[in-house]
């Protein structure tokens, strides 16, 4: 059996990083597996989905690495949508309702009044023809209810192991609505069977709709896909993320200068107990990947988690992985040297520029004492420097002031960057160069 596994957005807003889990898990488990990873784009909510959403989302998963084998969308096919329902009807498995929505919502008040479980009571079905036609003759328009056997689906999740849903404990659902629309739920099996996607991998708010697809995958004559729910991810304080989606879109991280790395890295383990490590190239997080490793709980989106990950990442990231967008950011400038030199006082990419100009801009020395300055300047052995140079100048500059550790050091480094905290000024020396360091001795603001 091919593995095939789709990720299916609605492109009714921008990704964020709950769907970025699931659709990274998704990848993983069919590169995994060697199988295959397609894009559907659940778009038959029209007033509610854009092409700048659905580009948008393109966007966001290439800059993930998450590339898809095929892409679709709901729209382009209704017409099987069509044939579906009508074949349902034919089964009499769907039936048409004319219940208005205040109708229902009293009938559900009153249910739960009785305490009796919510569940729609099926009057609908209980129409005899003439009265069908009656009500379609007199202008109502029906909406489409799946009947649902009674007795208990069950099934193996990937995720969360063996489950079961009481088909007698769900209302019937709404298939078609009175405009002739779909709702999400026929469309997704329908292009399950088509597409012949194998496991269907989402999020645990689907837990539900799975006991009445997997009833509908039957109905239309289908075995159904394997199933697994991921954990839906919760913020710092345990609340779900939806509130919070701005800050956390996908968009926004990009533009907060995360490497797409470490925001894969950090989705592959979060709620795994896998250890946080950065990684270097996607295909690293798939020997570890099993879905079977997420425990009962919600897992924690923490941002200074990601934060600091990204950190780590950075500093062990070797020159040829940044090289070309060291130059987008306008530093060509940064040989690989200095890229060994600066990449451990970085957060994000973007703060290279500022250690940089402490190289090689301007800076404003702090000269606190002009004498020990001037003795040091005096002591500045010739250049070329390599990164034995700092070694040398301490020793002769603390051989003749007598200045040691702290006394020695500090000075050096608030006159030579400006600063009392950065990359080892072992490293830096050579960066800034003799005539900079003078100058930066004496005093001068460049
Ligand atoms: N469009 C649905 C969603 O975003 C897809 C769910 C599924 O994967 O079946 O929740």
């Not at 807003?13 to 069919?30: E, K, M, Y």
């Not at 005899?128 to 909406?143: C, F, M, N, T």
């Not at 004559?221 to 993320?241: M, Q, S």
């Not at 300047?377 to 140079?389: C, E, F, H, R």
Request: overall charge negative; some cysteine; proline content about 6%.
């Amino acid at each position: 059996m091919t593995v095939r596994v789709r990720f299916a957005p609605s492109p009714t807003g921008l990704l964020h990083v709950g769907n970025a889990f699931i659709a990274l898990h998704n990848w993983l488990f069919a590169r995994k597996a060697g199988g295959t990873f397609l894009l559907r784009l659940d778009d038959t909510d029209v007033e509610r989905s854009t092409p700048e959403f659905a580009s948008a989302i393109e966007r966001d998963l290439t800059w993930l690495g998450l590339g898809w084998d095929a892409i679709a969308r709901q729209s382009d096919r209704t017409a099987r949508y069509g044939e579906a329902a009508e074949r349902l009807k034919k089964a009499e498995r769907l039936y048409p309702c004319f219940e208005m929505q205040e109708e229902l919502e009293a009938k559900r008040r009153n249910q739960l009044r009785r305490g009796l479980p919510p569940v729609y009571d099926r009057a609908a079905l209980a129409l005899g023809e003439a009265e069908r036609r009656h009500l379609i003759e007199s202008g109502h328009r029906p909406h489409w209810r799946f009947r649902l056997d009674a007795g208990m689906v069950e099934w193996n999740d990937l995720v969360r192991g063996p489950q079961h849903i009481d088909g007698a404990s769900q209302s019937d659902p709404v298939l078609v609505r009175a405009d002739g629309r779909y709702l999400y739920t026929l469309p997704s099996v329908v292009d399950d069977i088509d597409f012949a996607v194998t496991h269907v991998i989402r999020g645990a708010d689907h837990i539900t709709n799975t006991g009445t697809q997997i009833q509908l995958f039957r109905a239309l004559d289908a075995a159904p896909p394997v199933f697994g729910h991921l954990p839906l991810l919760v913020d710092e304080t345990g609340a779900g993320l939806s509130k919070r989606l701005g800050a956390l879109s996908l968009d926004e991280l990009h533009r907060s200068g995360l490497e797409a790395l470490t925001v894969d890295a950090y989705l592959a383990r979060i709620g795994t107990g896998d250890p946080m490590e950065p990684v270097m190239d996607l295909g690293d997080l798939l020997s570890a990947h099993d879905l079977a490793k997420f425990g009962g709980g919600s897992p924690r989106f923490d941002p200074r988690e990601l934060a600091h990950l990204n950190a780590r990442a950075l500093h062990a990231m070797p020159y040829g992985a940044v090289e070309h967008r060291l130059a987008e950011l306008g530093q060509a400038g940064i040989d690989e040297t200095a890229w060994i030199a600066l990449r451990g006082n970085i957060e994000r990419l973007v703060d290279i520029g500022d250690w940089w100009q402490v190289c090689q801009g301007r800076v404003v020395p702090i000269v606190e004492d002009k004498g020990f300055a001037e003795t040091a300047a005096s002591l500045l052995p010739p250049g070329p420097w390599d990164d034995q140079a700092w070694a040398t100048w301490t020793a002769a500059v603390s051989k003749a002031t007598g200045a040691k550790g702290k006394a020695l050091f500090r000075p050096l480094r608030l006159a030579l960057t400006g600063r009392d905290h950065g990359p080892e000024m072992r490293n830096l020396l050579p960066l800034i160069g003799r005539d900079r360091a003078l100058r930066r001795l004496a005093g001068e603001p460049e």
